[in-house]
């Protein structure tokens, strides 16, 4: 009973924030994309198309998740199933522990969150910054991300 409604109380706290609930969604990087191969995958036009899971897969998992969080808003259309550590930049695909229902309707939401994902793909690809470093602050902190890169 402690255990539930401590993850019933943790998601109110993350909401406004734009950020995951970390005992949930972790982050979990593709094995598949190293920092060697790259260039291959990830930097390649339309690599995320060849591993993104069907929406018959994430449609559901939303569902299961935002009442994991305790979402108290419960219509699946104000979320996003979001990979915390983008497919673009070598998140895993399909683990449940890299993907969440990311808020629409706030400020640190979804829209903001896409802004600084296209920007540290361009990035990543022209070597501007390192693939590792970018991983790391979407597993953490994409919003520390976003302030130091794109504000």
């Known amino acids: 009973m402690k255990t539930l409604l401590l993850l019933l109380l943790l998601p109110a706290l993350t909401v406004a924030d734009g950020l995951p609930n970390k005992t949930i969604t972790p982050g979990l990087l593709n094995p598949n994309v190293t920092v060697y191969n790259m260039k291959q995958t990830i930097c390649v036009p ?3 198309d060849t591993i993104r899971p069907p929406a018959s897969y994430t449609n559901k998992l939303k569902i299961k ?3 994991q969080y305790g979402y ?3 219509d699946p259309k104000n979320y996003e199933e979001d990979h915390l550590i983008p497919l673009s930049l070598g998140g895993h695909p399909s683990d449940p522990k890299n993907l969440w229902p990311e808020p629409r309707l706030i400020s640190n939401g979804a829209a903001k969150k896409d802004v600084f994902e296209n920007w540290a793909h361009r990035a990543v ?8 470093t970018i991983q790391n602050y979407f597993a953490n902190d994409w919003l520390a991300g976003y302030n130091r890169y794109i504000r």
Request: charged share 30%; glycine share 6%.
């Open 65 to 67: 998740q935002i009442e």
């Open 72 to 74: 108290a808003d419960k």
């Open 125 to 132: 690809c022209s070597g501007k910054v390192d693939l590792p």
């Open 46 to 48: 339309n690599y995320t």
